[in-house]
């Protein structure tokens, strides 16, 4: 499977955009790009996820690079219930496409 | 917003008892995997089903672990005999993949997992 690398932690301001960057530069053509994100003691939860375009729904934005070697997600104003670690992922073609979680990134958001 | 339920959320036995975890998939999704959560392994995958059907279970020890879907609402994970090493954090989660679609351009959806104690 495709690796990813994220810092390990970052810091916001609540009601501050955060752009929480992933490289993933040995993604295949078939990988969708996958964030989730984990709270304490909750299960994983998935935040977005795409291809190639660029993406939105109700919680972030993702941004992907034109050749597809980083993503960026965005949290377009951060809050407190935001604080949680961030999973980039990619899923490939296969049976279970099964989610493999890395370190991620702490992100913690601070009045 | 609909859930995926988990039932026991702790449960605590000693080593060589039965243990089993109950999954109730978000009404409708035909997606179904199991992941145990470590610090050390972090998440793994189990087992996952589609329509009912179990098509991967490698990551499962098969000598003591054993899942099923006895019908579309209801997941379950048994451990028998359980082992301290089985300590960790189970999580079920569910998802809609349409006929014809990949199961890797769809989100999967969490319960909030059985936080497993094996004495």
């Known amino acids: 499977d495709a690796k990813t690398t994220q810092p390990n932690s970052m810091e916001s301001n609540e009601e501050e955009p955060v752009h929480l960057p992933c490289n993933h530069s040995?993604?295949?053509?078939?990988?969708?790009i996958h964030w989730y994100r984990q709270l304490p003691s909750q299960g994983p939860e998935y935040v977005i996820h795409?291809?190639?375009s660029n993406v939105n729904n109700r919680m972030a934005s993702l941004a992907i690079a034109e050749d597809r070697k980083s993503s960026t997600l965005i949290l377009h104003r951060a809050t407190l219930r935001d604080a949680a670690v961030y999973y980039c992922?990619?899923?490939?073609?296969?049976?279970?496409?099964?989610?493999?979680f890395g370190t991620g990134t702490r992100l913690q958001v601070t009045l | 917003d609909a859930r995926v339920t988990q039932t026991p959320r702790h449960k605590v036995t000693e080593m060589g008892q039965e243990v089993t975890m109950r999954c109730q998939p978000i009404l409708g999704h035909n997606t179904v995997f199991w992941y145990r959560q470590t610090m050390m392994q972090g998440l793994e995958l189990l087992a996952y089903f589609r329509n009912r059907a179990p098509l991967d279970d490698s990551g499962m020890p098969k000598d003591r672990f054993s899942a099923e879907m006895p019908d579309a609402t209801l997941a379950t994970l048994k451990i028998q005999p359980s082992e301290p090493r089985d300590s960790a954090v189970y999580f079920c989660a569910s998802g809609l993949v349409p006929d014809g679609e990949m199961v890797s351009n769809q989100p999967q959806h969490f319960g909030d997992g059985t936080r497993l104690s094996i004495l």
């Open positions: 040995t993604i295949s053509g078939t990988d969708y």
């Open positions: 992922i990619l899923r490939s073609r296969g049976t279970a496409s099964k989610l493999t």
């Open positions: 795409g291809l190639t």
